[in-house]
């Protein structure tokens, strides 16, 4: 059965303090690992596309990475602005039609 | 592009009444996907469609629930009747080949 986990739970840094957010996943066949950030009533947004082992993805302080079995979100030096949860996703099903499977996500939380 | 459009944003309605949320996908967007989310459970896949048909309703919680998609642009989930622990927020997505792009939810309390 395909299964996306992610860790910590919760994770509250001060400012300035970087740190990294797991996301670890059984898939048969990975076509694709996303990552997305969620803030308080709204929807998720899109922040990543990682496809294979070794691949990096970058966004301001955040660095998304892969390996065969787990991927990172890589904050270096956070501000208060970067607090919020995060999900990552993989693609299941068959086919051309796929859905995404979500972790239950990373509340990340920014002290100043 | 105005992104994925859902309504209505908030919606609060008795037990046993009839609840339609409404979806515009992003114009050329093949699959549009309904999403549940709670605290306890997460964000949870209702049902899919590509190219305006049913894929998979694995995830519809029970037949109190039904989706459609008449056309392209346009998708609608209902809920009758509805139950107080149909309370949640649920979102509508769309995605062309790769990553799928979220509404901004409708939040519904059955009170």
């Known amino acids: 059965e395909d299964q996306v986990t992610q860790s910590p739970e919760a994770l509250r840094l001060q400012e300035g303090e970087s740190s990294s957010l797991n996301c670890s996943y059984t898939v048969s066949g990975l076509r694709g690992l996303f990552w997305y950030r969620q803030d308080p009533g709204k929807g998720p947004e899109f922040l990543f596309t990682l496809y294979s082992a070794g691949e990096e993805k970058e966004k301001e302080r955040l660095k998304a990475t892969l390996t065969k079995k787990e991927s990172f979100l890589h904050i270096t030096a956070p501000k208060p602005e970067d607090s919020a949860t995060y999900l990552c996703?993989?693609?299941?099903?068959?086919?051309?039609?796929?859905?995404?499977?979500f972790g239950s996500g990373t509340q990340l939380t920014v002290l100043p | 592009d105005a992104g994925v459009i859902q309504s209505p944003r908030h919606e609060v309605t008795e037990m046993g009444q009839e609840v339609t949320l409404r979806c515009k996908p992003i114009?050329?967007?093949?699959?549009l996907f309904w999403y549940r989310q709670t605290m306890m459970r997460g964000l949870e896949l209702l049902i899919y469609?590509?190219?305006?048909?049913?894929?998979?309703d694995s995830g519809m919680p029970e037949d109190r629930f039904s989706a459609k998609m008449p056309n392209a642009s346009f998708s609608t989930l209902k809920i009758q009747p509805s139950e107080p622990r149909d309370s949640a927020v649920y979102f509508c997505a769309s995605s062309q080949t790769g990553a799928a792009f979220f509404g901004q939810g409708t939040r519904l309390t059955v009170v």
């Open positions: 469609f590509n190219n305006n048909v049913p894929i998979d």
């Open positions: 114009s050329g967007h093949n699959s």
């Open positions: 996703a993989v693609p299941t099903g068959e086919g051309s039609a796929r859905q995404l499977t």
